[in-house]
Nanobody, 124 residues
């Protein structure tokens, strides 16, 4: 299983970015993709996740309304649309897959495979 993130850039506060996560090597479509982020010197934290087959989503509460997760099953791609970005949103964003069919949650231990991350920088 391989995950490749893209879309990380340097933007000004208030700007928007869309991150992509392309998954390969999965043998079924009943899996979840989670987005996590890690700021310098801080622990990795959950952002959002989606059950790819039925589209159920979950968000970290503080990000509701600014971040939107979506997926394209045919392209095996999950997107994270991030609007009204703030300096505290900066960090390395990772996507990960939980290939066990179950409702997604934002706990790192639930995910078996991880991408290499994409850097998001937000300047004030």
């Amino acid at each position: 299983v391989q995950l490749v993130e893209s879309g990380g850039l340097s933007v000004q506060a208030g700007g928007s970015l869309r991150l992509s996560c392309v998954a390969s090597g999965l043998t079924h479509d009943d899996y979840a993709i989670g987005w996590f982020r890690q700021a310098s010197g801080k622990e990795r934290e959950g952002v959002s996740c989606i059950n790819v087959m039925d589209g159920r989503t979950y968000y970290e509460d503080s990000l509701l309304g600014r971040f939107t997760i979506s997926n394209d099953i045919g392209k095996k791609t999950v997107y994270l649309q991030m609007n009204d970005l703030k300096p505290e949103d900066a960090g390395v964003y990772y996507c990960a897959v939980d290939h066990i069919p179950r409702h997604c949650i934002l706990r790192t231990s639930r995910y078996q495979y991880w991408g290499q991350g994409t850097q998001v920088t937000v300047s004030s």
